[in-house]
């Protein structure tokens, strides 16, 4: 899908398709940037898998990471890519 910027020039959004989270070191900067829930700051427990973050289970997350929250709500800006230190998102277009 194509789109045109305000003055009509052609502009192709490239969307966020996923966030490593062996890249990922949690900083929230791409959330902080974002003002449509695309992401979610989510916890790595013990054996690899992304859980929700629990006031109660902090002692059992190994790291927190960004995670997809709401993909279909991006609107392929790609403010969080430009804000990212680590580049552990893949942005493209939508299938």
Not at 20 to 48: A, H, P, Q, Y
Not at 50 to 63: F, S, Y
Request: charged share 30%; aromatic share 4%.
């Amino acid at each position: 899908m194509s789109a045109v910027t305000r003055d009509g020039r052609d502009w192709q959004p490239e969307y966020l398709l996923s966030i490593s989270s062996e890249t990922c070191i949690g900083c929230g900067r791409c959330f902080k940037v974002c003002g449509r829930d695309v992401m979610t700051l989510k916890g790595i427990n013990d054996d690899g898998e992304l859980v929700d973050l629990d006031d109660d289970d902090d002692d059992e997350i190994e790291k927190k990471v960004m995670a997809m929250n709401d993909a279909g709500a991006c609107v392929g800006c790609g403010a969080c890519a430009r804000v990212c230190p680590t580049n552990c998102q893949t942005h493209g277009v939508a299938a």
